[in-house]
């Protein structure tokens, strides 16, 4: 299973941007979907969560500005930020608990993207 991560990028405190995780590989299915961020010498912070049945669950320090999305047809989940502060600026992680066909469960992450939000 390999969770691929795209979409970071520079932007401008006050924009917008938007993440994308997609799972590939031998899944049976998927349930949690969620997005970690972190900066350097701290640890991973989790930033938004959702169910396979589309409950959310979002840090206090984004809610109102980041949704999270998520397409089980497709084994996506999408990240929506909105209003950027230059604190945002992180490397941003996807997660996903997936459930390998002829393995079982695990947890699996993307790569990280780079989000820098300049004031």
């Known amino acids: 299973v390999q969770l691929q991560a795209s979409g970071g990028g520079l932007v401008q405190a006050g924009g917008s941007l938007s993440l994308s995780c997609a799972a590939s590989?031998?899944?049976?299915?998927?349930?949690?979907m969620e997005w970690y961020r972190q900066t350097p010498g701290n640890l991973r912070q989790l930033v938004a969560g959702?169910?396979?049945?589309?409950?959310?669950n979002l840090a206090d320090s984004v809610k109102g500005r980041f949704y999270i999305s998520r397409d089980n047809a497709k084994n996506t989940v999408l990240l929506r930020m909105n209003s950027l502060r230059p604190e945002d600026t992180a490397v941003y992680y996807c997660?996903?608990?997936?459930?390998?066909?002829?393995?079982?469960?695990?947890?699996?992450w993307g790569q990280g993207t780079l989000v820098t939000v300049s004031s």
């Open positions: 590989g031998s899944i049976e299915s998927i349930s949690a």
């Open positions: 959702i169910t396979h049945g589309g409950s959310t």
């Open positions: 997660k996903a608990e997936v459930n390998v066909k002829g393995s079982g469960w695990g947890d699996y």
